[in-house]
């Protein structure tokens, strides 16, 4: 699944030739050049493009400065699962940040969606500790 760079220029050219203040005008509008993105597709492409509803009308806006590992709230799960509670748009990268590292060795793997991440451990025995190597790290990398 790849990044569709013609949707996110139609996207950014509409909005800055029109005053959009609803995202079905924005949706028609791009059905019209002939994109048809759903309504979750769009939601997906407008977060990433950071454009938000600002003073009625939906405009790009800066994202203000965010560290991926900030507030992260773990919560064991026995018998070996560890739940991470992240920022939005961050549990991917502490998932990476994770896998990747070498000295977590009870750790069996990660997934991650937008704002938490499951960590399964191998042995039930070693949750605790793998919580414990876990928050080491990311008390590292912040």
């Known amino acids: 699944m790849g990044v569709d760079l013609q949707l ?3 996207i950014l ?3 800055e030739s029109n005053e959009i203040t609803d995202q079905a005008v924005l949706q ?3 059905t019209a050049e002939g994109h048809a993105p759903s309504q979750s597709t769009l939601s997906r492409h407008l ?3 950071s454009i938000q509803k600002v003073d009625g009308r939906y405009q790009r806006v800066e994202p203000g400065p965010a560290e991926p590992t ?9 018998p070996n699962l560890l739940v991470l509670k992240t920022s939005p ?5 502490v998932a990476v940040m994770v896998d990747r590292s070498p000295d977590i060795p009870g750790l069996a793997g990660t997934v991650a969606g937008d704002d938490t ?3 399964a451990v191998r042995d039930p025995s070693l949750l605790r500790e793998v919580r414990g190597q876990v928050e080491q790290l ?3 990398s912040s």
């Open 117 to 119: 991440v499951f960590i």
């Open 70 to 78: 900030q507030a992260i709230n773990v919560i064991e799960v026995p």
């Open 47 to 49: 977060k990433r493009l």
């Open 138 to 140: 990311l008390r590292l």
């Open 8 to 10: 996110d220029e139609a």
């Open 28 to 30: 028609r509008l791009l």
């Open 13 to 15: 050219r509409l909005l």
């Open 89 to 93: 748009g961050y549990a991917q990268v």
